[in-house]
């Protein structure tokens, strides 16, 4: 049976949603494993989300909590609010309460990744600050460590993501993700389905 990673997201501007896409392709690079992208729900009312200027939500499908339940792995997405992840992807991770009390999630490897809006807007402190969600739920927190190699020591341009997941950052929105930080969601995804792979044919 294919191993099924989730990458899970929020993404208010589409940045997320790049290195989501990304981040599947990593994961289907990795023979035996079936990635699929889920949005979570929107809790901000239409015509607030007008004044936003925020743009039309993509067709990708958005997940109920206990499908999560489901996966053999997840990789969790959102954008930083000061320094922490969005209330709309901390108001999905609120409901699975069922989850919790019956430990559904407990031995899946999960992994973060997030988008900043600038270098000292969280980039550190988001996933530092969401770990906690994934240590109630016994998931397997996976950072990607150092192993993207030498992109991770990059100093001539301005590069988002660390040792917690990969990154970007947004600037004043019209900053997209680089060639750089598209290549570590790539790393990212495809490192975390290999590992979640080796667990499930140990299981």
């Not at 690079?29 to 901000?44: D, I, K």
């Not at 990789?75 to 919790?100: E, N, S, V």
């Not at 997030?114 to 994934?134: C, F, H, K, M, R």
């Amino acid at each position: 049976m294919a191993t099924k990673v989730y990458v899970v997201y929020y993404s208010m501007y589409g940045h997320v949603e790049k290195l989501a896409e990304e981040i599947k392709k990593g994961a289907d690079s990795v023979e035996g494993v079936e990635a699929t992208l889920w949005q979570v729900p929107e809790t901000l009312p239409e015509e607030v989300l007008m004044k936003m200027n925020v743009p039309p939500r993509s067709e990708v499908p958005t997940i109920e909590p206990r499908q999560l339940a489901d996966a053999d792995a997840l990789i969790f997405g959102f954008p930083t609010r000061y320094g922490m992840m969005a209330a709309q992807f901390k108001a999905f991770l609120d409901a699975t309460g069922g989850l919790w009390r019956t430990q559904q999630l407990a031995g899946k490897p999960a992994g973060i990744f997030y988008s900043t809006g600038s270098q000292g807007g969280g980039q550190e402190t988001t996933p530092l600050t969401a770990i906690t969600q994934l240590v109630h739920h016994g998931l397997i927190y996976v950072p990607i460590g150092y192993t993207f190699g030498a992109g991770m020591f990059e100093m001539e341009e301005v590069k988002g993501g660390s040792p917690y997941g990969a990154g970007t950052f947004a600037g004043d929105g019209t900053r997209q993700p680089t060639k750089l930080e598209l290549e570590q969601a790539f790393h990212q995804g495809k490192y975390i389905s290999g590992i979640a792979k080796k667990l499930k044919g140990s299981a």
